[in-house]
């Protein structure tokens, strides 16, 4: 498994290297990429060589910044505890450069920290609303105060469409991870039968042995962030998983960036975000 983990030096970020560190504890073979993108600015009287030298100086300068941030914030007695790489790219577009290098790079999940209250609708509104919008890799929100903590169990909120297949992506981290799958889907019209029996079906294969399915009926008072949150609250699971469209559709309101900047601080937990 390889993931590409963000940072910007500061403690918010400490929460994503610190849930990679629990991953790879959990998962054989895990690689990890720490990765910084920042924008060099260039004096209109300096020429193009020596520009370029600043620059690479710069480079090689936050690399080794970087590599003592990461290990400043995990325990120094396990320091070694993934195949790690640091890397730092001047880029202009932070985002869209981010996204291009985990695709080139194939890594499996991109692993990013949220702000703590106040700030968070603002930050989830531009950089990490940007990530989960138009990345085709699926993006691990952390909240910045995460801790370690070990992973045993994971909701994941279906709208029962096209179950199987996300239930093989799902599948895949829960495997590797060793993590109890709950399948949670609101429902506020009585369910058809024939679905509801190949779900079933579908679910009590060995393939999905960890898994459970659980139907909640729709509280229409409430928003569904509102009964999300209230439902992890209670059960605590240690990450939750859920597919979100880009277009319209059943998480359309859930992740405009006030709802879902919303979700992923008050649930307190990780939430890791499939694109459809």
Same mark, same amino acid.
């Given at each position: 498994?390889?993931?590409?983990?963000?940072? *910007?030096?500061?403690?918010?970020?400490?929460?994503?290297?610190k849930?990679a560190?629990?991953?790879?504890?959990?998962? *054989?073979?895990?690689?990890?990429?720490?990765?910084?993108?920042?924008?060099?600015?260039?004096?209109?009287?300096?020429? *193009?060589?020596?520009?370029? &030298?600043?620059?690479?100086?710069?480079?090689?300068?936050?690399a080794?910044?970087?590599?003592?941030?990461?290990?400043?914030?995990?325990?120094?007695?396990?320091?070694?505890?993934a195949?790690?790489?640091?890397?730092?790219?001047?880029?202009?577009?932070?985002?869209k450069?981010?996204?291009?290098?985990a695709?080139?790079?194939?890594?499996?999940?991109?692993?990013m920290?949220?702000?703590?209250?106040g700030?968070?609708r603002?930050?989830?509104?531009?950089?990490?609303?940007?990530?989960?919008?138009?990345?085709?890799i699926?993006?691990?929100?952390v909240?910045?105060?995460?801790k370690?903590?070990?992973?045993?169990?994971?909701?994941?909120l279906?709208?029962?469409?096209?179950l199987?297949?996300?239930? &093989?992506?799902?599948?895949?981290?829960?495997k590797?991870?060793?993590?109890?799958?709950?399948?949670?889907?609101?429902?506020?019209?009585?369910? *058809?039968?024939?679905?509801?029996?190949?779900?079933?079906?579908?679910l009590s294969?060995?393939?999905?042995?960890?898994?459970?399915?659980?139907?909640?009926?729709?509280?229409?008072?409430?928003?569904?962030?509102?009964?999300?949150t209230?439902?992890?609250?209670?059960?605590?699971?240690?990450?939750?998983?859920?597919?979100?469209?880009?277009?319209?559709?059943?998480f359309?309101?859930?992740?405009l960036?006030?709802?879902?900047?919303?979700?992923?601080?008050?649930t307190?937990?990780?939430?890791?975000?499939?694109?459809?």
């Open positions: 498994m390889k993931l590409l983990v963000t940072t *910007d030096f500061s403690n918010n970020s400490k929460g994503a290297i849930f560190q629990t991953l790879a504890n959990q998962v *054989d073979n895990v690689e990890v990429i720490f990765y910084h993108g920042v924008y060099v600015t260039r004096p209109t009287k300096w020429n *193009d060589t020596f520009f370029r &030298a600043y620059e690479e100086e710069e480079m090689q300068r936050l080794k910044e970087l590599k003592k941030f990461v290990n400043g914030t995990i325990d120094k007695a396990e320091s070694n505890f195949t790690t790489q640091f890397v730092v790219k001047s880029s202009i577009s932070l985002e450069d981010m996204i291009k290098f695709e080139q790079h194939k890594v499996d999940f991109v692993c920290a949220t702000r703590g209250a700030l968070l603002k930050i989830m509104g531009t950089h990490t609303s940007y990530i989960v919008n138009n990345s085709n699926p993006v691990i929100v909240p910045s105060h995460y370690n903590k070990v992973l045993k169990k994971a909701t994941y279906s709208d029962f469409e096209n199987e297949t996300e239930l &093989a992506k799902v599948l895949f981290i829960s590797a991870a060793a993590l109890e799958v709950e399948v949670l889907h609101y429902t506020s019209v009585v369910l *058809d039968q024939e679905q509801f029996e190949y779900n079933s079906k579908l294969g060995k393939k999905y042995k960890n898994f459970h399915l659980n139907l909640k009926k729709e509280a229409l008072e409430l928003s569904l962030v509102d009964k999300i209230s439902y992890v609250q209670k059960t605590k699971p240690e990450l939750l998983v859920m597919f979100t469209k880009r277009d319209k559709g059943f359309e309101s859930l992740f960036p006030s709802k879902s900047a919303e979700l992923t601080y008050t307190r937990v990780p939430v890791l975000i499939f694109p459809k």
